[in-house]
């Protein structure tokens, strides 16, 4: 069944602070290898779907399900990070006063365990830091101290430092808030690049780069699931028209 094919499962989530819902029975799902986009306005629910994903958050009722059999709700954020979870927050999180590759370097070394830091294989760690220079556009930034980078560039290297910690599921906020439009066209192809070997819910304001990233589109609205297709798809349903018009 779905539940077991699908690498991100959410089932009648329903999360209340106070009596007021801020998820409402939300279903929703990932497949391994799937790139998803979710949009919906203010309020809508879509931190606290990602706080539920991450454990940050416990849901009051419903299924959260990862990888086919692991019961996120019994887990702990440090756990669910262990996982293959990785979340992007907002703002850039980046060491500014160390080097692009410092950073990079301190992802991975974040990561490792301690029996694998005695036998750690450095090549290898310096190969995959110069395969996700690459992705991430900074190749020749390398040197440079992080803070030095722009906005764009920052957020840029924080995708890099969640990917050196090798997630199964990247969970990306709003990252090209801020960003020039010559950034956020970089942004799609970067991310859609990435989406060729990890699995990423996208969680963005800006239409032009949700239409440019081309998948899978899903409008939250008071917590529960408003409307899911295309980009031109939810964008002609009169209901959505609604929500981002009508107040
Ligand atoms: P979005 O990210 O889509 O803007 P949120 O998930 O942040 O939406 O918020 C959904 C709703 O839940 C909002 O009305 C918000 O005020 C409320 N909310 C979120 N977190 C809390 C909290 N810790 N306590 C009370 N209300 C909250």
């Given at each position: 069944?779905?539940?077991t094919?699908?690498l991100?499962?959410?089932?009648?989530?329903?999360v209340?602070?106070d009596?007021f819902?801020?998820?409402?029975s939300l279903?929703?799902?990932?497949?391994?290898?799937?790139?998803r986009?979710i949009i919906?306005?203010n309020g809508a629910g879509?931190?606290?779907m990602m706080d539920?994903?991450?454990g940050?958050t416990r849901?009051?009722?419903?299924d959260v399900?990862?990888?086919g059999?692991?019961?996120?709700?019994r887990q702990?954020?440090?756990a669910?990070?262990?996982?293959g979870?990785?979340r992007?927050?907002?703002?850039?999180t980046v060491?500014e006063?160390?080097?692009?590759?410092?950073?990079?370097d301190?992802a991975?070394?974040?990561?490792r365990?301690?029996?694998?830091?005695?036998?750690?294989?450095?090549?290898e760690e310096r190969?995959?830091?110069e395969?996700i220079l690459?992705?991430?556009?900074?190749?020749?930034?390398r040197?440079?101290?992080?803070?030095?980078l722009?906005?764009?560039?920052?957020?840029?290297?924080?995708i890099?430092m969640?990917?050196?910690?090798?997630p199964?599921?990247l969970?990306?906020?709003?990252?090209v808030?801020g960003?020039t439009d010559?950034e956020?066209?970089e942004?799609?192809d970067?991310l859609r690049e990435?989406a060729q070997t990890?699995?990423v819910?996208v969680?963005e304001h800006?239409?032009?780069?949700?239409?440019?990233l081309?998948?899978?589109?899903t409008?939250?609205?008071?917590g529960?699931?408003?409307?899911?297709g295309?980009?031109?798809h939810?964008?002609?349903d009169?209901?959505v028209?609604e929500?981002?018009?009508?107040?």
């Amino acid at each position: 069944d779905l539940m077991t094919r699908a690498l991100l499962y959410l089932d009648g989530v329903t999360v209340s602070f106070d009596g007021f819902r801020a998820l409402n029975s939300l279903s929703f799902t990932v497949m391994p290898g799937e790139m998803r986009a979710i949009i919906g306005p203010n309020g809508a629910g879509k931190t606290t779907m990602m706080d539920v994903v991450t454990g940050k958050t416990r849901p009051d009722e419903g299924d959260v399900v990862f990888d086919g059999k692991v019961d996120l709700t019994r887990q702990d954020e440090a756990a669910i990070a262990k996982l293959g979870i990785g979340r992007k927050f907002q703002k850039p999180t980046v060491f500014e006063s160390h080097s692009v590759w410092d950073n990079l370097d301190l992802a991975i070394e974040g990561r490792r365990d301690p029996l694998a830091t005695l036998f750690h294989r450095e090549g290898e760690e310096r190969d995959r830091i110069e395969e996700i220079l690459g992705i991430v556009r900074l190749k020749d930034r390398r040197h440079e101290l992080a803070g030095a980078l722009s906005h764009g560039q920052k957020q840029w290297l924080e995708i890099g430092m969640l990917l050196a910690q090798n997630p199964k599921l990247l969970l990306v906020d709003e990252p090209v808030a801020g960003m020039t439009d010559a950034e956020t066209a970089e942004t799609a192809d970067l991310l859609r690049e990435i989406a060729q070997t990890h699995s990423v819910v996208v969680v963005e304001h800006d239409m032009t780069f949700v239409r440019d990233l081309g998948v899978k589109v899903t409008v939250l609205h008071e917590g529960s699931v408003l409307a899911e297709g295309t980009l031109d798809h939810v964008s002609a349903d009169p209901r959505v028209v609604e929500v981002y018009l009508g107040r």
